[in-house]
């Protein structure tokens, strides 16, 4: 099996599904014939000319507000927002537009566009080239929001968001893009949306991360087993759907729950997980849900170390929690 | 200014009422202005408004914008920066556009604009700092680098988030009008930057509101590897002015002279009450986008060729030598007390801690940081205090 890191990945399942289905179409500044800034494109462009590998002219709203056209009228478009910090000027179109067209059209005019979107910090990128806005379009009904790990998860549901009937907000953690790497089964297979993984199985709490973070957070995993403490992993993959089953199957086992994310504190989808786990395992709790999670600030530049959840402040979490 | 309008608009009930797109026109219709040409001659008719002295003083700060950006890419390569974003070929767009302003005019930058903020006084030392993103940083590292803020020369602070400058621009130009301020903002934006909604919004609320305001579009044939002929199908920038009701005018963003003198005059119309001008300035991005781009993977070196004939400092060095203010002696002396302001100015800057204090996090997000900056505050030094890897960059990567 071929070796691969996340955007060879991500490559690979847009060529496949491109070569199957002839509807689906890529489009996004510097996608076509430079194949993207972060080469997540690369090839398309030649393999299936410009007309199904658009460059766009410099505007996210342009890009989907086109992409919901294009949605509205048969095709599959996958669009690329060149970092998810500048995901705003296509805000209304997402918010207002993209994610209520199901619902205000009584079903009669679905958009399922697929928007993929590297984010996150620990680049080097400060404010503007680091931000993880998920929680902004999981407030959204009507959008679904995944966030793939690594190279097998980000083809199994990219191919999936790709062919979901509903509109897809695919985040893509730029901090492991190249970092991760792992064998890629050739062709297609399908992860599907709403399915969480337990990447290690543990009995005295209930570790839940995504994206870049789950790294983080099966680092602090492995940390915590050498002090004797034996932690579950689970890495939720798509937020929305959310996989309620997993985290309260695997709260209600282990009685504790620190939850990780990259984004600020307030409001962050840590704040709904949270509620989630005491509605719903109240009797189990051992310990109220933790949170380790970037600060309230915007995302800096030279205190990133600082800022992001990492390992040692998720080990610090693991272990307040179990002597609560 | 009045726009005189027809008290009986035509009406005609034939095909007629159309209008064809047609190749070509507008670039008839928006020569390019030029003032000194690629040997250093003024053009046939032309006049030097622009004083000697200036001329001198101009053509030095373009040396030093040069030698700043070489040296500051080296700097990147080597790994002691983390990012880099000049302007090297675009000298004269900002050294010529912002002389021709009032010292009180705002500036409104996009991220290549380095040199107007030097001009307005920033040190090159504080620029630097923001490079490194140390303690001797104006924000304490909280931007990237080339994300600079300069409110002592009326440098309004840059983001990252293409064509945002533009619409703010004209309200600050609004917000003077207002206040009865001889003030005229000027917003600097890239080809690409054209086709973002605050450009057009920008341009259409200047024109309606008839502020006093610059828009400076540096049309450098490049947004990343998209070229301006992919950007938009109009062949000037400058005739886009024409729809929204603005004068518009086409420049030799490598003339240094025309730059000054084009922005001069729209500066003076504004200041008369005569509304918004939007400036195309014709130039050529030399390197990549910034050190994170290679162009080789998208533009045959061939296209750039062209381009280094037209260098706008080599152009204004043979004018000034032509006139008898230069010579071989004093330009190499020049060059050399550049490259050793640089040089210490550097020195300077490296030798300040290379963090700010954590607290520098949670300030100014909040005018008065709120409980939840408080609590996370303490939360991040007690982390810190129990485990020196939570500030340790070296863990970041896998
Ligand atoms: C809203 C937004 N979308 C995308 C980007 C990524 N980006 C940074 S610079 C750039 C190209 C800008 O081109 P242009 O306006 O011509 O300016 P230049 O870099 O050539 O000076 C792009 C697409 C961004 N910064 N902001
Ligand atoms: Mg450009």
């Known amino acids: 099996m071929p070796v691969m890191n996340v955007i060879q990945a991500v490559n690979d399942a847009l060529r496949v599904e491109m070569r199957r289905d002839p509807k689906v179409v890529v489009l996004g500044e510097d996608v076509g014939a430079f194949g993207g800034v972060f080469r997540a494109t690369a090839g398309l462009q030649q393999e299936f000319g410009a007309m199904r590998v658009v460059d766009t002219p410099l505007a996210e709203g342009g890009i989907i507000g086109t992409a919901a056209g294009m949605a509205l009228y048969g095709l599959r478009p996958v669009a690329e927002i060149q970092f998810a910090d500048f995901i705003y000027p296509a805000f209304d179109q997402i918010v207002n537009e993209v994610a209520k067209f199901r619902h205000r059209s009584g079903g009669q005019y679905p958009c399922p566009i697929t928007i993929r979107t590297p984010y996150g910090g620990g680049i080097k990128g400060g404010h503007y080239h680091s931000q993880s806005p998920e929680a902004l379009f999981l407030h959204t009904p009507g959008l679904k929001v995944v966030v793939p790990s690594g190279p097998y998860d980000a083809k199994g549901l990219l191919l999936s968001a790709i062919r979901d009937p509903d509109p897809v907000i695919f985040f893509e953690p730029k901090r492991v893009y190249r970092a991760a790497r792992g064998e890629v089964p050739e062709g297609e297979y399908l992860v599907p949306l709403g399915k969480a993984a337990v990447t290690r199985a543990g009995t005295q709490l209930t570790l839940i991360a995504w994206g870049a973070m789950w790294h983080e957070a099966e680092q602090a995993a492995k940390e915590a087993e050498a002090e004797g403490i034996d932690v579950e992993v689970l890495d939720l993959r798509s937020l929305q759907p959310l996989d309620i089953d997993a985290i309260t199957a695997s709260v209600k086992k282990t009685g504790r729950a620190v939850v990780v994310h990259e984004a600020p504190r307030t409001c962050g989808f840590g704040a709904e997980l949270s509620a989630l786990i005491q509605e719903r395992c109240f009797l189990s709790l051992e310990a109220p849900v933790a949170r380790v999670t970037g600060f309230d600030t915007p995302f800096p530049y030279t205190l990133e170390a600082e800022y992001l959840p990492r390992a040692p402040r998720i080990l610090q979490a693991i272990r307040a929690t179990l002597s609560y | 200014?009045?726009?005189?309008?027809?008290?009986?608009?035509?009406?005609?009930?034939?095909?007629?009422?159309?209008?064809?797109?047609?190749?070509?026109?507008?670039?008839?219709?928006?020569?390019?202005?030029?003032?000194?040409?690629?040997?250093?001659?003024?053009?046939?008719?032309?006049?030097?408004?622009?004083?000697?002295?200036?001329?001198?003083?101009?053509?030095?700060?373009?040396?030093?914008?040069?030698?700043?950006?070489?040296?500051?890419?080296?700097?990147?390569?080597?790994?002691?920066?983390?990012?880099?974003?000049?302007?090297?070929?675009?000298?004269?767009?900002?050294?010529?556009?912002?002389?021709?302003?009032?010292?009180?005019?705002?500036?409104?930058?996009?991220?290549?604009?380095?040199?107007?903020?030097?001009?307005?006084?920033?040190?090159?030392?504080?620029?630097?700092?923001?490079?490194?993103?140390?303690?001797?940083?104006?924000?304490?590292?909280?931007?990237?680098?080339?994300?600079?803020?300069?409110?002592?020369?009326?440098?309004?602070?840059?983001?990252?988030?293409?064509?945002?400058?533009?619409?703010?621009?004209?309200?600050?130009?609004?917000?003077?009008?207002?206040?009865?301020?001889?003030?005229?903002?000027?917003?600097?934006?890239?080809?690409?930057?054209?086709?973002?909604?605050?450009?057009?919004?920008?341009?259409?609320?200047?024109?309606?509101?008839?502020?006093?305001?610059?828009?400076?579009?540096?049309?450098?044939?490049?947004?990343?590897?998209?070229?301006?002929?992919?950007?938009?199908?109009?062949?000037?920038?400058?005739?886009?002015?024409?729809?929204?009701?603005?004068?518009?005018?086409?420049?030799?963003?490598?003339?240094?002279?025309?730059?000054?003198?084009?922005?001069?005059?729209?500066?003076?119309?504004?200041?008369?009450?005569?509304?918004?001008?939007?400036?195309?300035?014709?130039?050529?991005?030399?390197?990549?986008?910034?050190?994170?781009?290679?162009?080789?993977?998208?533009?045959?070196?061939?296209?750039?060729?062209?381009?280094k004939r037209k260098d706008p400092i080599k152009r204004v060095q043979k004018l000034l030598t032509a006139r008898g203010l230069l010579d071989e002696a004093g330009d190499a002396a020049l060059r050399d007390e550049v490259r050793l302001q640089i040089q210490v100015a550097l020195k300077e800057a490296e030798a300040f801690p290379p963090k700010a204090p954590v607290e520098s996090l949670f300030e100014d997000v909040y005018a008065e940081p709120g409980w939840a900056q408080r609590e996370q505050l303490a939360e991040l030094k007690a982390a810190m205090a129990a485990d020196p890897r939570v500030a340790n960059p070296r863990h970041i990567e896998g």
């Open chain 2, 1 to 307: 200014m009045k726009h005189a309008r027809a008290t009986k608009p035509p009406v005609r009930a034939d095909a007629g009422t159309a209008r064809e797109w047609s190749p070509g026109r507008f670039l008839e219709e928006f020569p390019l202005y030029r003032v000194v040409d690629e040997e250093g001659r003024l053009l046939e008719g032309a006049e030097l408004e622009i004083g000697e002295a200036e001329l001198l003083a101009l053509y030095r700060w373009m040396v030093l914008g040069r030698a700043l950006d070489e040296r500051m890419v080296t700097l990147q390569r080597q790994g002691r920066i983390g990012f880099y974003i000049g302007a090297i070929g675009e000298e004269a767009t900002v050294f010529g556009a912002v002389a021709a302003l009032q010292p009180q005019d705002w500036i409104f930058p996009s991220y290549r604009e380095h040199g107007a903020a030097f001009m307005r006084g920033l040190p090159l030392t504080t620029f630097m700092a923001n490079l490194f993103g140390n303690a001797g940083d104006i924000v304490q590292g909280r931007q990237m680098p080339c994300h600079e803020t300069w409110a002592p020369g009326h440098f309004v602070s840059i983001s990252s988030p293409i064509a945002t400058q533009v619409t703010q621009a004209v309200g600050a130009a609004w917000a003077a009008r207002i206040q009865g301020d001889d003030m005229v903002p000027i917003a600097f934006f890239g080809d690409g930057s054209t086709s973002a909604h605050d450009f057009h919004t920008g341009l259409n609320f200047a024109a309606v509101m008839k502020v006093p305001v610059i828009f400076a579009c540096r049309n450098n044939g490049w947004a990343i590897s998209t070229p301006s002929a992919s950007q938009t199908i109009s062949e000037t920038m400058a005739q886009k002015a024409i729809g929204y009701g603005m004068r518009g005018e086409r420049v030799d963003g490598n003339d240094l002279v025309a730059v000054w003198t084009a922005t001069r005059r729209a500066r003076q119309r504004a200041a008369a009450g005569e509304g918004p001008t939007l400036l195309e300035l014709v130039t050529y991005r030399m390197e990549g986008h910034s050190t994170s781009d290679d162009p080789r993977a998208y533009r045959p070196a061939e296209v750039v060729e062209p381009w």
